[in-house]
């Protein structure tokens, strides 16, 4: 049972919907991620929070919002997207506020933007 | 720019061994991790090096060369369940993770 989980696995929306997916982490841990992650690409890192502050925001568009209201969770909420943010989600956790603490990662979100 | 290059699939033998390789060229160094990620499924952690030479972790190993920009994982012993993508990952001077795009090795009997 892996120690961080995500929910939905699986959402398919339209453009014009708002969702939320959610991560929690069961493993007290400091630091959380949300990635995306296109088939044969790199994982692109789109937001990271220690101690609940957000302290990086890779140039995502603001069409997805995070937020943290504690250590453990982990929520991104997305409105108005476009098709090809059709992609798996992943949250991922680390103990601390060092990135080179190894990360754990949930199981991700598949979402298909219609 | 920075850049992490590995091969995109590769295929082997059950009970063989099998090596993938990772280079990178990044501003600075701090680390560099493999992960194992199954279709549909979580990455895990497989290994972190930030020091030259091999570390061996039962039947996975990873090499580590940092003059030449140069990593590998070892798989001995293939089980079918290793069929995975692996995916390298290295830590640059601001403590950024850069991301390969991912082995996926296929495992035939």
């Known amino acids: 049972e892996t120690g961080v989980t995500q929910t939905p696995r699986h959402l398919v929306m339209g453009m014009t919907n708002k969702k939320s997916l959610k991560c929690e982490q069961h493993l007290g841990h400091n630091a959380m ?3 995306k992650q296109s088939a044969k690409k790199p994982l692109e890192l789109m937001f990271v929070y220690n101690f609940k502050e957000q302290t990086e925001n890779n140039s995502v568009p603001s069409r ?4 943290c209201p504690n250590s453990s969770h982990l929520f991104l909420h997305l409105h ?5 943010d059709s992609a798996l989600y992943l949250c991922a956790s680390s103990q601390g506020a060092s990135h080179t603490d190894t990360q754990y990662f949930g199981p991700g979100t598949r979402l298909t933007v219609l | 720019g920075q850049n992490i290059d590995q091969p995109t699939e590769m295929t082997a033998t059950e009970g063989a061994i099998v090596q993938i390789n990772c280079t990178y060229q990044t501003s600075g160094f701090n680390g560099l991790f493999w992960y194992q990620q199954h279709a549909g499924e979580a990455p895990t952690f497989l290994s972190y090096n ?3 030479g091999l570390e061996e972790k039962g039947r996975f190993s990873s090499f580590l060369s940092r003059s030449k920009g140069y990593s590998y994982l ?7 369940k290793d069929s995975a993508s692996y995916l390298c990952a290295v830590m640059d001077s601001n403590y950024q993770l850069i991301w390969g795009a991912g082995t996926k090795l296929i495992i035939k009997p």
Request: net charge negative.
């Open chain 1, 33 to 35: 991620y949300w990635y």
């Open chain 1, 64 to 67: 997805f919002s995070p937020e």
């Open chain 1, 80 to 84: 108005t997207l476009q098709p090809e």
């Open chain 2, 50 to 52: 930030v020091l030259d």
């Open chain 2, 74 to 80: 070892l798989l001995k012993e293939l089980q079918m």
